[in-house]
């Protein structure tokens, strides 16, 4: 049994949020699954089934820096390990639609962060959603506060589709197979370019006729 968190603030007022990505993740993985949202641990929360494994998805109904106060009451209620939960929450410091996963390690000064490391410790995996950086420290209240320009709005869905796509493999404990379904839907390959055709092979120089003459024919040739 595994826990997914997204990370967000509640409300309709914040739902388009940059900051709330990790709530727009598990909305669309809970969509896919036909999974209803329900009341408890002072949060959302929703079931789903990839093949043998259930995974219970959680959206903390206190704001960002509350977090962990969810995130620890739920895992405690199903007696769960650190290692069972993974957070899904904007990273500033990965451009738009990039995606990491992440083991364990500091919290950055991400605020959901910081919460869930006070409550369970810092043991948990990450999901990473790029949001991109608005250049200056000053301005990031602001930019993660701000909603997704309607510019990035196939950016996002692309990315939120991989995700999808990639949650069984996520599911199983395969980064790599979650991380290549992602890439499969935000940046997909390309047709290959047509080869170009050989160019012909040079035909070979035909010798020069004086060449081809014996010395008397060429002597004969210039009295012609």
């Given amino acids: 049994m595994q826990l997914w968190v997204g990370l967000g603030n509640p409300g309709a007022k914040y739902a388009g949020n940059r900051h709330n990505i990790g709530f727009m993740a598990l909305d669309r993985i809970a969509e ?14 929703a079931e789903a089934r990839f093949g043998s494994q259930k995974v219970w998805l959680l959206k903390p109904g206190t704001f960002m820096n509350l977090s962990g106060q969810s995130v620890g009451e739920a895992m405690r209620f199903h007696k769960l390990e650190p290692g069972d939960v993974t957070a899904f929450h904007d990273e500033l410091d990965l451009a738009p639609g990039r995606v990491k ?43 993660v506060l701000s909603d997704f320009a309607k510019a990035e709005g196939e950016m996002l869905d692309d990315l939120l589709r991989g995700i999808v796509d990639g949650a069984p493999k996520l599911a199983a404990g395969d980064g790599s197979g979650f991380m290549n379904a992602v890439a499969l839907r935000t940046a997909p390959q390309r047709p290959a370019a047509l080869k170009p055709e050989a160019p012909p092979e040079p035909k070979a120089a035909e010798p020069e006729p004086d060449r081809q003459l014996s010395p008397l024919q060429r002597l004969a040739a210039k009295f012609k």
Avoid: C, E, M, T
């Fill in 101 to 143: 996963l992440k083991q364990g390690g500091g919290h950055a000064g991400h605020n959901g962060l910081r919460s869930i490391h006070q409550h369970i410790g810092p043991d948990y995996a990450r999901v990473r959603l790029g949001i991109g950086h608005p250049g200056h420290k000053d301005r990031v209240s602001g930019y």
């Fill in 32 to 45: 896919d699954q036909g999974a209803p949202w329900r009341a408890k641990f002072q949060g959302q929360i």
